[in-house]
Antibody, heavy 123, light 113 residues
């Protein structure tokens, strides 16, 4: 069974960079059938897509976060990563990684999710 | 970008009764070349990750009970729970995948009356 697990610091200081890694087990990240995505949920709010990346490195980013987001993939370790720079309290959220399945040749639905990790931005 | 708007924000339904959630996109998510609506629904329970319920607006994901159904086309969509069960208490989200900026609705909270 496919499993995704987020890892990274639970507390980040304002203006610093939030860094998370998602490790995939039970399946290979190196498939053209999928992208691998990041979604977050601020406390009391809804879901917001952040970015996704394919194993060859092709990536999409949310335009509202694009200037602060970088993503990477390491196929040898079967994991992918997110960096969000210059964080503020507004970036406090549960961060999820998810498999982004292709339908009709394009990334479409998030069909497997990690459990999520709470990242708090505070000094 | 396409904006997804759900209604209502919350609803309370008696056990065994029907729950209906609406989702409206700011522009059509119907792709004319294949006549498919690029719209999905998710269920999100507290302390768990979201779960994909429906894609192509009306196709149930494997293992999803048939009391969940999706309908609609173009800009207006509906998720129906035909007979609400206690385990269906959750927040439900629609999501478009028509553009390369995958947007969710703001969520609809379903509770037991």
């Amino acid at each position: 069974q496919l499993q995704l697990q987020e890892s990274g610091p639970g507390l980040v200081k304002p203006s610093e960079t939030l860094s998370l890694t998602c490790t995939v087990s039970g399946g290979s990240i190196s498939s053209s059938d999928y992208f691998w995505g990041w979604i977050r949920q601020p406390p009391g709010k809804g879901l917001e897509w952040i970015a996704n990346i394919e194993y060859r490195g092709y990536t999409y980013r949310n335009p509202s976060l694009e200037s602060r987001v970088t993503t990477s993939v390491d196929t040898s370790k079967n994991h992918f990563s997110l960096n969000l720079s210059s964080v503020t309290a507004a970036d406090t959220a549960v961060y999820y990684c998810a498999r982004h399945k292709r339908l009709a040749e394009r990334p479409a639905t998030f069909d497997f999710w990690g459990q999520g990790t709470l990242v708090t931005v505070s000094s | 970008d396409i904006v997804m708007t759900q209604s209502p924000d919350s609803l309370a339904v008696s056990l065994g009764e029907r729950a209906t959630i609406n989702c409206k996109s700011s522009r059509s998510v119907l792709y004319s070349s294949n006549n498919k609506n690029y719209l999905a629904w998710y269920q999100h329970k507290p302390g768990q990750p979201p779960k994909l319920l429906i894609y192509w607006a009306s196709t149930r994901e494997s293992g999803v009970p048939d009391r969940f159904s999706g309908s609609g086309s173009g800009t207006d969509f509906t998720l129906t729970i035909s007979s609400l069960q206690a385990e269906d208490v959750a927040v439900y989200y629609c999501q478009q995948y028509y553009t390369d900026s995958w947007a969710f609705g703001q969520g609809t909270k379903v509770e037991i009356k």
